[in-house]
Every structure is written in C-alpha cells, then in structure tokens.
C-alpha cells in the first residue's frame, strides 16, 4: 500500500513539474523569438512577464467552446484530452528513483505510446468536417509515420549496443563517454526527426498557415485549442528530455540534466525563429530518401562493430 501511495505522488508530482515546465516553456519560447526578431517579448503581465502563461490560460479556459454542428461530436470533443493525457502518459518511461517506476521496456513503451499520438491528430481533422482541418491531419498522419522509422532506427541501433530496452542503462553506460561524441550525425538526424514529430518548425505542416488557415486544430477554441498545444509542447519537453538521456549522458541526479534539456528545447525555438517552412514533397524525399539510408549504415555499423568485439571476447 505505502507503494501505490509513493507511486501515485511521484506521478501527480511529475504531472504538475511537466504542466509548470511547458507553462513556462510558451513565454521562454516568446521571449527567444521576441530577441531573435529584436523586440522585447511579452513583458507586461508580471516581472518580465511571469505570469504571461497563467494569463493565457485562463484566458482560453474561459472562453467560449464552440462545436461546429456538422463535426462528429464525441471525437471531436474527446480528441484534445487525449492528446494531451498520451503526451503525459509517454514521462512514465522516464527513469524516477521512486518505486517501480523505472521499467525495463521503456523504450519500447514509447515507440508504442508516441504511434498513438497520431490517432489522435488525425481523428482531430476528421471530427472537426472541415476541408482545412482534414487535410492537415492527413499531412501530418504521413509526415509523423515517416519519421518514426528513421527514429525507429536510431533508437534501435543504440540499444544495439547496450543489449537493452531500459532508458536507465542508457545512462550507466554514458558514464565514461556520451553516445553523442560516437555519432554526431544520427544525433542531427534525431534532432530534425523530433522536430518532425512533434510538429515543428521548420516541418510544421499539420498547420500551415498560410495554405491551410491553421491546419487540423482550424475547428477549435478555448479549452480544445489550449489542450493540443500543451500536448505539442509536452511532447517538445519530452523530446528534449530522452534526447539528452540517448546522447548526453542523462544524469538525471545532476542540475546539469535540467541545463541541458533547457538547452535542447531553445534548440528547438531557434530553430522556429531562424528557418523557414520546408516544402511538403521535399520533406519526404528527405525521410525516406536521406534519413532512412544514413540511420540503416549506422544500424549496420553498430550491429558489424558488436559482432566484432563478440568475436575477440571469445
């Protein structure tokens, strides 16, 4: 019993640490874009606009939800919650040195919770009965799907090495080097992979703008709307976050672990505030025609370089 007691306050603790984080993670990203583009940022509600987040929030939160009459109610209105619950739910494989938290098929759990994600996007565009919003979930079934193999692959090439499926080895065996200094370019290829899965720029398709008016979320206001963009910055905090356990040694007991996955996420920003959005054809012919070769010869490198050692050991 004092277990389940533990276990259910580290993950109400965690929840709360993540809706905190991405709060904050909305105005840093105003903040870098607005010194980026030189002007000040959001800098009226609070010192230096601390309170901006809480601000929006309870601003979208009050305002009124409006449901098309033609859209599939059910779907629609369910789609944003589990965007967000499966963008939550995707922390867990994360290490915690409380109870069983930490599990031995963690990576496999997030290549299955991730693939679900999708589902919800894509019911969200189909739901709303809008020409704009089904061609963007459409867009980013396809553009999502496509880079989960090059993911995929990483992933699979470096647990490869380690002989696991668990993130926390991951981390006993970055203690003397990061897999980072033994592949620099599978750690650029995830990098822009994380960038095309959780729908940002410069692979931001899902909500092109500019052909699309807003993409798959066109449809929806208040609550809905602020449920899918805590789940898409969630989603960039995670990212960050297994990034740095992959290829930085992941010392979660470290100050140092928070830098860096500040760090990955401004990378991400950066990226917003500096490229522009790349073509839909040319972003497939990069996954499928430039990602997928490069990660497969790492794949079979790293399986070659294994069986070697094997070899000598015995």
């Given at each position: 019993m004092f277990d389940l007691i533990i276990s259910f306050l580290s993950l109400l603790l965690l929840i709360i640490s993540v809706l905190v984080g991405l709060a904050f993670l909305t105005l840093f990203e105003r903040k870098v874009l607005g010194y980026i583009q030189i002007r000040k940022g959001p800098n009226k509600a609070g010192f230096v606009g601390v309170i901006q987040p809480f601000s929006d929030a309870i601003k979208l939160f009050s305002k009124e939800y409006i449901t098309p009459i033609m859209s599939n109610y059910i779907?629609?209105?369910?789609?944003?919650?589990?965007?967000?619950?499966?963008?939550?739910?995707?922390?867990?494989?994360?290490?915690f040195f409380t109870s069983f938290l930490n599990f031995s098929f963690s990576f496999?759990?997030?290549?299955?919770?991730?693939?679900?994600?999708?589902?919800?996007?894509?019911?969200?565009?189909?739901?709303?009965?809008?020409?704009?919003?089904?061609?963007?979930?459409?867009?980013?079934?396809?553009?999502?799907?496509?880079?989960?193999?090059?993911?995929?692959?990483?992933?699979?090439?470096?647990?490869?090495l380690i002989g696991s499926l668990s993130v926390f080895d991951m981390v006993i065996y970055q203690v003397n080097?990061?897999?980072f200094f033994i592949s620099i370019p599978l750690c650029m290829i995830w990098f822009a992979s994380s960038l095309a899965e959780t729908n940002r720029t410069p692979f931001d398709f899902a909500e092109g703008e500019s052909e699309l008016v807003s993409g798959f979320n066109v449809e929806y206001s208040s609550g809905g709307f602020a449920l899918i963009f805590m789940a898409e910055y969630s989603s960039i905090l995670f990212m960050s976050s297994l990034f740095v356990y992959v290829f930085m040694g992941?010392?979660?007991?470290s100050f140092l672990f928070f830098i860096m996955v500040l760090f990955i996420s401004f990378l991400f920003?950066?990226?917003?505030?500096?490229?522009?959005?790349?073509?839909?054809d040319k972003l497939m012919y990069l996954t499928w025609k430039g990602f997928l070769p490069v990660s497969l010869n790492?794949?079979?490198?790293?399986?070659?370089?294994?069986?070697?050692?094997?070899?000598?050991?015995?």
């Open positions: 779907s629609y209105y369910f789609s944003p919650i589990f965007s967000l619950f499966i963008s939550l739910f995707l922390w867990i494989c994360l290490p496999l759990f997030f290549l299955c919770v991730s693939s679900i994600g999708v589902y919800t996007i894509m019911v969200a565009g189909w739901s709303s009965n809008s020409n704009y919003s089904m061609l963007g979930g459409l867009r980013c079934v396809a553009q999502t799907i496509s880079y989960e193999v090059s993911l995929f692959i990483i992933l699979f090439s470096f647990l490869l080097m990061w897999f992941g010392l979660f007991m920003i950066w990226t917003r505030g500096t490229l522009p959005r790349f073509r839909y790492f794949l079979f490198f790293f399986f070659g370089l294994k069986f070697f050692i094997y070899i000598l050991i015995i």
